[in-house]
């Protein structure tokens, strides 16, 4: 059973960063991609970015310029640079990892700007 463990939540004020880390239970080159989701209260849950196996990047326009995923193959992790945060960043973050046919989420880490 494919195990994804999200670290780094918090609580930041607007123009601050934050650093989220996804920590996977086997080798991340088994997945066609990994990334981050999130869902903020009373809305659907939305594609912030995305690796894949290749190293293509994709991010959501809301975030461009702003976060940044990266991938530690040593260490099996997936990260999300979250900078100049702003408000309407806050939400629940989830880990996701697709192979397949098959997804994996996390648990979620809540991420909070406010001031």
């Known amino acids: 059973q494919v195990q994804l463990v999200e670290s780094g939540g918090g609580l930041v004020q607007p123009g601050g960063s934050l650093r989220l880390s996804c920590a996977a239970s086997?080798?991340?080159?088994?997945?066609?991609?990994m990334g981050w989701y999130r869902q903020a209260p009373g809305k659907q849950r939305e594609m912030v970015a995305r690796?894949?196996?290749?190293?293509?990047?994709s991010n959501a326009d809301s975030v461009k310029g702003r976060f940044t995923i990266s991938r530690d193959n040593v260490k099996n992790t997936v990260n999300l640079q979250m900078n100049s945060l702003k408000i309407e960043d806050t939400a629940v973050y989830y880990c996701?990892?697709?192979?397949?046919?098959?997804?994996?989420w996390g648990q979620g880490t809540q991420v909070t700007v406010s001031s």
């Open positions: 996701h990892a697709q192979r397949g046919l098959s997804e994996y």
């Open positions: 086997e080798n991340i080159f088994g997945f066609n991609h």
């Open positions: 690796i894949f196996k290749s190293g293509v990047l």
